[in-house]
């Protein structure tokens, strides 16, 4: 059985950092595009990090503009873990955040293109 569990989310002043942490098990997803989602409440589920195998043993990552700059993802397949490094974070950062798998190797936005999803770790920046 696949489960995702993220964790790492909580309570932080604007300014500071928060590195969460998504492990897999139950299968293996080198292979697959992973990515980082999140919802405010009463908004949709936004994109906000993706990672997927690149050609050249390299890794390709892409960002929401909102996060760019200061949002790093990475994975370590060894581990069968993803991470997002959150650094100057913002109370709009304020949200559930997801880890979640893609159907394919390839990166995508949408909700709809990711099959497996963790249940969510809280992350809350205070203005």
């Known amino acids: 059985q696949v489960q995702l569990v993220e964790s790492g989310g909580g309570l932080v002043q604007a300014g500071g950092s928060l590195r969460l942490s998504c492990a897999a098990s139950?299968?293996?997803?080198?292979?697959?595009?992973m990515a980082w989602f999140r919802q405010a409440p009463g908004k949709e589920r936004e994109f906000v990090a993706g990672?997927?195998?690149?050609?050249?043993?390299?890794?390709?990552?892409d960002y929401a503009d909102s996060v760019k700059g200061r949002f790093t993802i990475s994975r370590d397949n060894a581990r069968n873990t993803m991470y997002l490094q959150m650094n100057s974070l913002k109370p709009e950062d304020t949200a559930v955040y997801y880890c979640a798998v893609a159907k394919a190797p390839s990166l995508a936005a949408p909700v709809y293109d990711y099959e497996y999803w963790g249940q969510g770790t809280q992350v809350t920046v205070s203005s």
């Open positions: 990672i997927r195998w690149r050609a050249g043993s390299a890794y390709y990552a």
């Open positions: 139950g299968r293996t997803f080198s292979s697959y595009a």
